[in-house]
């Protein structure tokens, strides 16, 4: 089993549609969680940090939920612009140091 | 504003031979990760150093050496290329700090074996 799983899409949707993409995670030890955007042919960027709380940036709201171990990102208003790959990250202790472990992505694609 | 650089965007190189991947970071942190990117496979990590001189092996270190004598500078070396090391290498670079540290990464090198 991949320690982050992500379902890689595409997620085709029109203009101003709200979508949300989930990630789910094995280690329940991480410590930290992230999402990143990566658009085609370029490195990944941080989008986001996952707060336990849940937390809110314009347009993006990502939730944690430990207890089952998931996190998921929400989209409202989507743009053209927001066409790219989101990347689900963990951070835990692995062999005594921290690691960054990613999901392979999920896909998506805005249309008109 | 903050930087990592790969020394190559596009590498080309034969089978067996040796192949170095550089990295620079500017921002004076003290970790540094090389992950390589596959379709359908994410971003699997390589090797990673937490500081000078140190490294650690990731899940995939197999095939790769790394080498970081230098705080900025943190090189991937391919001993014997081979064709299923053709993919994108991406390096990056954050703080110690355990919590909501955002790691930045290079542009990528995409390598090709032939």
């Known amino acids: 089993r991949k320690e982050v799983e992500q379902d890689p899409g595409p997620f085709n949707v029109p203009e101003g549609a709200t979508v949300a993409f989930n990630c789910t995670y094995s280690n329940s030890a991480s410590q930290s969680f992230f999402w990143y955007r990566q658009d085609c042919r370029k490195e990944p960027k941080l989008l986001m940090s996952v707060y336990s709380s849940g937390n809110e940036d314009g347009r993006f709201t990502a939730q944690l939920n430990r207890a089952s171990q998931y996190i998921s990102l929400l989209i409202r208003d989507s743009k053209l612009s927001d066409s790219a790959t989101y990347l689900c990250?963990?951070?835990?202790?692995?062999?005594?140091?921290?690691?960054?472990?990613f999901g392979a992505g999920t896909r998506l694609a805005v249309h008109p | 504003d903050v930087k990592v650089t790969q020394s190559s965007r596009y590498l080309v190189k034969r089978t067996g031979e040796k192949v170095f991947l550089e990295c620079v970071q500017d921002m004076d942190h003290e970790n540094m990760f090389w992950y390589r990117q596959d379709p359908g496979l994410g971003l699997r990590l390589i090797y990673f150093s937490y500081d000078v001189k140190m490294k650690e092996k990731g899940d995939i270190p197999e095939g790769y050496s790394v080498s970081r004598e230098k705080k900025e500078r943190f090189s991937l070396i391919l001993e014997s290329a081979s064709t299923n090391q053709t993919s994108m290498y991406l390096c990056?670079?954050?703080?110690?700090?355990?919590?909501?540290?955002?790691?930045?990464f290079g542009q990528g090198t995409r390598l090709t074996v032939v």
């Open positions: 990056a670079s954050s703080l110690r700090t355990t919590y909501n540290t955002e790691a930045f």
């Open positions: 990250v963990v951070r835990g202790l692995s062999g005594g140091y921290n690691k960054l472990i």
